[in-house]
């Protein structure tokens, strides 16, 4: 069973427009989500997280917005720059459990010039 | 900070035979996780040790699999009777408790190809 879902493989924007990329989750002891990007041939970087206590959170282009009681996220980048293209994995734990982190399956992003 | 380092980046190995990855975490960090990721799918989580006691292993994907950090420095992920299933992008991670919403940060991996 998957627990966290992205359900669009891929995403297309225009340089300088907005991204947004969408995750659901169905463990309802999600308590703490993270964003974590992908380039080819290296390891997922952390992006930005957010706790169940908020519902935002921003570091400068990316903000990550949570409905808890939709049980969704989504990352929203503004503005998109070619080099934000890359895989964007969300991911989700529950505190106090070791961190073990579960990830959904991936959304490319294509930023184009 | 030199970030976590996987060793070795790509094995390529036959039907049966035994593998065995390392993996050196940031050096403060006490806990390390290894995941695997097939092609077209997130990290799936295998194990994790907090400095040299594995927590968590009832994810590992077989009695295949074993892992070990037996100083609490660097870790070991060994694949026993290899298959073809096994091939993967295999990632380890590290990250400094408390607190335990510490993000991870992953290793570059190692990809097994079995053949």
Known sequence: DQQVKQNSPSLSVQEGRISILNCDYTNSMFDYFLWYKKYPAEGPTFLISISSIKDKNEDGRFTVFLNK???HLSLHIVPSQPGDSAVYFCA???YNAGNMLTFGGGTRLMVKP | DTGV???PRHKITKRGQNVTFRCDPISEH???YWYRQTLGQ???FLTYFQNEAQLEKSRLLSDRFSAERPKGSFSTLEIQ???QGDSAMYL???SLFPPDDSPLHFGNGTRLTVT
């Open chain 1, 69 to 71: 009681s939709a049980k």
């Open chain 2, 92 to 94: 380890c991670a590290s």
């Open chain 1, 92 to 94: 989700a734990s529950a």
């Open chain 2, 42 to 44: 997130g990290p799936e």
């Open chain 2, 30 to 32: 006490n806990r390390l």
């Open chain 2, 5 to 7: 380092s996987q060793d």
């Open chain 2, 81 to 83: 009777r290899t298959e």
